[in-house]
C-alpha cells in the first residue's frame, strides 16, 4: 500500500490556526456576467480560522467565504470570486506572535529602506474618508 507523502513543516499549523485571504467581485446590473476582460470592483479579505489540516482549512475557508454571497442590491451583487491565499500560523496566538513571513531575497540597502514606513505612511493612520 503506497504511503501518503508528508506535508512539509511550512505546509502545517502547529498552532492549529490558519491565515486566508477571500476575493469578492462587485458585477452591476447593467454587466450581468464577466467576460475575461471585464473590470470590476474587487475586496479582498483577510480571515483567521482554526483547523487541524490544510485540506480542512481550505474546506472552511471555501464555506466561510461563500456565506452570504452573492449579496444582492439594487444596483448589482458582491459574488465569490475564490480564495487567494491560505497560509498555516506556525506559532501559539498571544501578543507579538508571528503569524506570516515573506522571504524577499537579496535585497539593497536602498530596496530596504523602500519597504519601511514611516507612521504617517501606514495605511491604519489614514483616517481620509476618500480612500
Known sequence: ???????????????????????QQWVSNRQKSLSEGSRCPVWENTRLI?????DEAYRKA????????PSKTD???????GISLLLPVYEDLEDGAEILWTDLGRLSVKQIKGLVKSRKQLPVFDDRDDR
Open 1 to 23: 500500500m503506497p504511503r501518503r507523502p508528508k506535508v512539509p513543516i511550512q505546509n502545517r499549523s502547529h498552532s492549529g490556526w490558519w491565515i486566508f485571504r477571500e476575493v
Open 75 to 81: 444596483g448589482g451583487e458582491w459574488r465569490f470570486a
Open 62 to 69: 471555501l464555506r466561510i467565504a461563500r456565506a452570504g454571497l
Open 50 to 54: 482554526r483547523a487541524r489540516s490544510r
